[in-house]
Structures are given as C-alpha cells and as structure tokens.
C-alpha cells in the first residue's frame, strides 16, 4: 500500500531490516501501476549507505545499482545491552554486559559501552578503513557518544570517526565501517 501510495513511478525500497527483505520483495512485485525496485538493506546504517549513493538524476534501475554497491561496501554492526545471563553464539554474557552484534551474532561482550564499541569495530575491520559512523541511540547521550569517538579516534587515529544521533531504541550503538 505505501509503494502504491508514493508520489512517483519509480520506488525504491528500504526496508532496514533482515526480517523484512522478502517482504518488501513480495509487495514489490505485486505492485502494477509502478516500477518497484527493493534494495535489501538489514539495518538503519546500510539504509544511510543507500541513500548516499541516490542521484536523483538517474533512474530507478541505475540507482538501485549504485545502491546495492554501496550497501555491500559498507560493514555495519550493533550494540546492545544484555538483559539477563546467557551463552549466546558461545560468548558468555551477564546481564547488564554491552553485546557487540556483527552479521547477527553476538562478536564480544563486555563491560562497557566504550569496551564492546571499540571490539566491534575490530571485528569489522576497521582499521583498513576510512571511515567510520556511529549512530547513537535514546539511551546514549551526546557527551557519552563524544567519549566513543575520542576512543575510537586514538585507537586508528587516521580514521574519520563520527558520531551522528540516531534515536534507535534498542541499540546503543548502530556502526557503519566503509
């Protein structure tokens, strides 16, 4: 309905959630007065990488194209915290401990935000990188967000890191290595 709903002939769709991929494939297809097109975005950060590579001059094929190239150059990750003890993709975890999530499985747990952030972007390669942007979420302040960063910035000092507000309930920390 909302593909249909759109002003334009051509959509692209963003859906931002591995969940909701084949969804919007299969509302895609059934649309008949549009040209509907899905980029298989999993979360907020590869939806930004897409949006990056749009050119509003280009049709809706060729966009799709550099969109798609921009979600696979883009390595993306989470973190959470804990609510209760577990032993998830064989790293322990205590309740209240901050998870560092890459591809959907739990990579490293650790006591601070600081801690699991920085072993997060190690598992994501981010020191052959040039770039790197952490979306903070509702439960992390600006200040705290800064703090990341700064550990970040003298961890691989010729990186671009930055911190951008996010607002996402659920993840203290959504990353984009490119």
């Known amino acids: 309905e909302a593909i249909e709903q759109a002003a ?11 969940n ?6 299969q509302a895609a297809e059934m649309c008949a007065s549009k040209q509907a097109l899905v980029t298989a975005t999993h979360d907020m950060a590869q ?3 897409a949006l990056m590579a749009y050119n509003y001059e ?20 989470e973190v959470t915290e804990a609510v209760r003890d577990a032993l998830i993709d064989g790293v322990k975890v205590r309740k209240g401990d901050y998870l560092a999530l890459a591809g959907g499985k739990v990579a490293v747990a650790a006591k601070t935000l600081v801690s699991a952030t920085l072993e ?4 994501l390669k981010a020191g052959q990188d040039r770039a790197v942007t952490l979306y903070y979420g509702a439960a992390v302040a600006e200040p705290e967000a800064a703090k990341v960063v700064a550990a970040v ?7 671009d890191a930055q911190a951008v507000a996010g607002g996402q309930p ?3 920390f959504l990353a984009a290595v490119e």
């Open 20 to 25: 909701v991929v084949r969804t919007a494939k």
């Open 8 to 18: 334009a002939k051509q959509v692209i769709v963003l859906p931002n959630n591995s």
């Open 120 to 123: 997060l972007l190690e598992h």
């Open 47 to 49: 939806g930004i990488a």
């Open 170 to 172: 659920h993840y203290h």
């Open 153 to 159: 910035a003298k961890r691989w000092p010729g990186i």
């Open 58 to 77: 280009r049709g809706a094929e060729s966009n799709l194209a550099s969109m798609e190239r921009a979600v696979a150059e883009v390595r993306t990750g």
